[in-house]
């Protein structure tokens, strides 16, 4: 069955240090990638997917996941974290065979220090 | 300003009773999903629909129930049969589109809680 594995449940780091969420799937069919990003009893947000192309993806707060087929892998990144960046975040596929369902990571919990 | 609502923000759930939470959006898209959200468990997908007057299960439908009688509302009900309800249910919505491509976008959530 396809899955998607975020090993880390928590990650804290200081304020404007690097971060790298991670993420893995497992799938035998080719997948659509995603980040969600939830604030405290908020909904989810969309910070970027990977549908095809370039296998670096940006979001406009300065976030980005790199698509790597061979390690199936989608792992976020941010060189400096701010204190808003506070949140958890989850990553999901969907597949390209044409359904809708999305499967969601069990989420990390980012937490930035001052 | 387009987006979805999802009421209460707070359910309380006596021993035996079915509830429902409302989900209403005005962005005109045509796929709706409930999903349930735990600690530690990421989302679980209880149903879904793609269009009006129909839905599919999704991996956690046991005890709930849904209709889908207009594009814009997607209510679920929680029934008795539902043993542990307590949870934060969030409803999200997408454009039609290449299925698996489109953004879903989420409701604030409802969180339900047993007395």
């Known amino acids: 069955a396809q899955s998607v594995t975020q090993l880390d449940s928590q990650v804290p780091v200081f304020e404007e240090a690097p971060v790298e969420l991670r993420c893995n799937y497992s799938s035998s069919v080719s997948v659509y990638l995603f980040w969600y990003v939830q604030y405290p009893n908020q909904g989810l947000q969309l910070l970027l997917k990977?549908?095809?192309?370039?296998?670096l993806v940006e979001s406009i707060n300065g976030f980005e996941a790199e698509f790597n087929k061979s390690q199936t892998s989608f792992h976020l990144r941010k060189p400096s974290v701010h204190i808003s960046d506070t949140a958890e975040y989850f990553c999901a596929v969907t597949y390209t065979s044409g359904t809708y369902k999305y499967i969601f990571g069990t989420g990390t919990r980012l937490k930035v220090l001052a | 300003d387009g987006g979805i609502t999802q009421s209460p923000k707070y359910l309380f759930r006596k021993e035996g009773q079915n509830v429902t939470l409302s989900c209403e959006q005005n962005?005109?898209?045509?796929?709706m999903y409930w999903y349930r959200q735990d600690p530690g468990q990421g989302l679980r997908l209880i149903y879904y629909s793609q269009i009006v007057n129909d839905f599919q299960k999704g991996d956690i439908a046991e005890g709930y129930s849904v209709s889908r009688e207009k594009k814009e509302s997607f209510p679920l009900t929680v029934t008795s049969a539902q043993k542990n309800p307590t949870a934060f249910y969030l409803c999200a919505s997408s454009r039609p589109g290449l299925a698996g491509q489109e953004t879903q976008y989420f409701g604030p959530g409802t969180r339900l809680l047993v007395l």
């Open positions: 990977y549908l095809s192309g370039s296998t």
């Open positions: 962005l005109n898209h045509d796929a």
